[in-house]
């Protein structure tokens, strides 16, 4: 008798040791804990609380004053419906807001005057005056960060669906700021688009060619009905990607996240492919985890021996840095930079010791299980120095040990760029959100449909 128990025991707890173990890969795969929560609300307070009211122009970067950043805005929009949701605002504020910002940046002066213009054929200059909304300084009319101002504005036409005249003038002003953008005229060597444009001196001599964050560029370049490019762009795109083994992860090569990450923010890839996908099994959602994957490793394995990287310490993408500089740290000679593309990848690694939170934050659909506790201990590790009152604060760098940061660098700025990935994939994560919501939207659609995208979500649903 006492064996039977003994054997029956043994049964239950094996079993009760199976059902912990897929509960917390369960609870790891999608981690509620009360972290997200904070996370995400203090990462809304800084759009909501840096942007100017006035005209709704969201900062670069903050507390450093310096300009408004048109991507930055078009993640302010995306977020500002979040904040709905989670009721960290009221819909009618939340909508005042937006429809602040629409406005403005549809009366704003469209031309080709160097100074007295906010754009140029429907396309925005990268960095804004963050009081009268005009270029800044002679910075470049650009195609991505007109693209990522175009995917929040398409995220609050499809999102604020009311019949009140609020919610109305949103759809009537996001539909006429989308459908303003001559993206035809953007293809000086079609039919790729160019980078950029400057009055001065006409179009950037470099066109959009893959694989990076400009999917969505491509995507909304399609989808125009009265400008849409044609359908070989898409091939064109693909043409130029490298598919490679990395820290045994095939998948195609881009080093910093942000390439891996932003169009993903409003875009559900998962079950959706064009050709080259079908050809490769698997989607950019699944790509792109294995991007995120590849990190961690790069990170285990820590090649350069830079101070604290480890399997939960580790992210690389464009961000801050502590500066141009170089100095000898353990023994050897290290060389810094200040704000730049970090990454690791096949072919190209540019790595000086600095981490941005919003390099797994980002990732956090993609991968919750690696992403979710590198958030944690990344906070528990550095406390305040890192985590403050709007969240993670841009980048750090444990190896930049000098007189004055004996325990390494830490950033006093918080960069719009970087925040929104953040707190928008945190919900694609947990409410799928903001993806559900462009799911709806027809011009995000049409531009799937004519770049070839086929299968899941897509197949049913309608194309304008």
């Known amino acids: 008798m006492k064996t039977l128990l003994a054997l029956l025991l043994a049964v239950l707890m094996v079993v009760l040791a199976d059902f912990q173990s897929k509960t917390d890969e ?19 307070k800084w759009f909501w609380e840096t942007t100017n009211p006035s005209n709704g122009l969201t900062p670069d970067r903050w507390p450093t004053r310096t300009f408004s950043s048109v991507a930055a805005i078009g993640f302010a929009l995306t977020v500002y419906p979040i904040g709905v949701e989670r009721k960290y605002v009221q819909r009618p504020a939340a909508a005042d807001r937006v429809l602040t910002t629409l406005k403005f940046l549809w009366r704003a002066p469209q031309s080709d005057h160097p100074k007295q213009a906010t754009g140029y054929k429907g396309f925005f200059y990268h960095f804004l005056d963050l009081d009268t909304g005009l270029r800044f300084e002679k910075v470049e009319l650009s195609t991505i960060d007109t693209a990522l101002l175009l995917a929040g ?15 109305r003038d949103i759809r009537s002003y996001a539909d006429s700021i989308y459908r303003r953008v001559d993206w035809r005229w953007a293809q000086p060597r079609p039919p790729r688009i160019a980078l950029g444009w400057y009055p001065e001196k006409g179009f950037i001599p470099h066109d959009w060619k893959g694989y990076d964050e400009a999917m969505i560029l491509y995507i909304l370049a399609l989808g125009s009905p009265p400008y849409g490019i044609e359908p070989e762009a898409w091939a064109k795109w693909t043409e130029t990607y490298k598919w490679a083994n990395y820290y045994g992860y095939e998948f195609i090569s881009f080093g910093p996240l942000f390439g891996h990450q932003y169009s993903h923010c409003w875009i559900d890839f998962r079950g959706i492919q064009d050709g080259y996908m079908k050809e490769k099994g698997i989607d950019y959602f699944e790509n792109a985890r294995r991007a995120t994957y590849s990190h961690r490793a790069y990170a285990k394995e820590n090649p350069q ?14 961000c801050d840095g502590p500066g141009n500089t170089s100095f000898v740290v353990d023994g ?23 981490i941005a939170p919003t390099a797994t934050g980002g990732s956090l659909a993609f991968a919750p299980e690696i992403c979710f506790p590198t958030l944690k201990a990344i906070r528990e590790k550095y406390g305040p120095k890192l985590w403050r009152e709007y969240g993670f604060a841009d980048a750090f760098n444990p190896t930049y040990i ?11 700025d918080y960069l719009g760029i970087d925040q929104g990935p953040i707190i928008i994939m945190a919900e694609n994560l947990r409410t799928e959100f903001v993806w559900n919501t462009m799911k709806k939207n027809p011009y995000i659609v049409r531009g799937l449909k004519r770049a070839d995208f086929r299968g899941g979500w897509l197949d049913q649903a309608d194309s304008q």
């Open 26 to 44: 369960l609870s790891v795969q999608r981690p509620w804990d009360p972290f997200l929560d904070t996370l995400q609300h203090r990462t809304f």
């Open 153 to 167: 504005i398409l995220m609050c036409q499809s999102y604020f669906d009311r019949n009140n005249g609020t919610e």
């Open 305 to 318: 021996q830079y101070r604290d990287y480890s399997e939960s310490i580790w992210g690389w993408t464009a």
């Open 332 to 354: 050897r000679l290290r060389r810094f930079q200040g704000y730049a593309a970090r990454g690791v990848s096949f072919d190209w690694v540019n790595d000086d010791g600095t």
């Open 402 to 412: 000098t007189s004055s940061t004996p325990s390494g660098w830490f950033d006093v």
